[in-house]
Nanobody
Framework: QVQLVESGGGLVQAGGSLRLSCAAS????????KAWFRQAPGKEREFVAA????????SYAVSVKGRFTISRDNAKNTLYLQMNSLKPEDTAVYYC?????????????????WGQGTQVTVSS
């Protein structure tokens, strides 16, 4: 099992930037995929981005592609999400998640381990 703790959320104006971090501890494997999901009030949890163990393969939701960048530092056991050009519709609780997979799943059900979430609020 992997323990995940997110940080870096906050309040930012539209057009601004935030960098989320997710610190991992516990068991890690070379085929662990890490991902970011988000959930806005009254909506289902949705996929944001995913990255494979080596960082050479990434996947993004259409809504964030070109604005968000996912990365990881395996030496520090930390996952990142750089969010630029933020929009009010990006407001949500952001979760990091981990899955043992050789693919980049976009379904939340494929991820076993989850953090507690960090709130991101973008004002207009």
């Amino acid at each position: 099992q992997v323990q995940l703790v997110e940080s870096g959320g906050g309040l930012v104006q539209a057009g601004g930037s935030l960098r989320l971090s997710c610190a991992a501890s516990g068991r890690t494997f070379s085929n662990y995929v890490k991902a970011w999901f988000r959930q806005a009030p009254g909506k289902e949890r949705e996929f944001v981005a995913a990255i494979n163990w080596g960082g050479g393969s990434t996947s993004y939701a259409v809504s964030v592609k070109g604005r968000f960048t996912i990365s990881r530092d395996n030496a520090k056991n930390t996952l990142y999400l750089q969010m630029n050009s933020l929009k009010p519709e990006d407001t949500a609780v952001y979760y990091c998640a981990a899955a043992i997979s050789y693919q980049l799943p976009i379904s939340a059900g494929r991820y076993k381990d989850w953090g507690q979430g960090t709130q991101v609020t973008v004002s207009s």
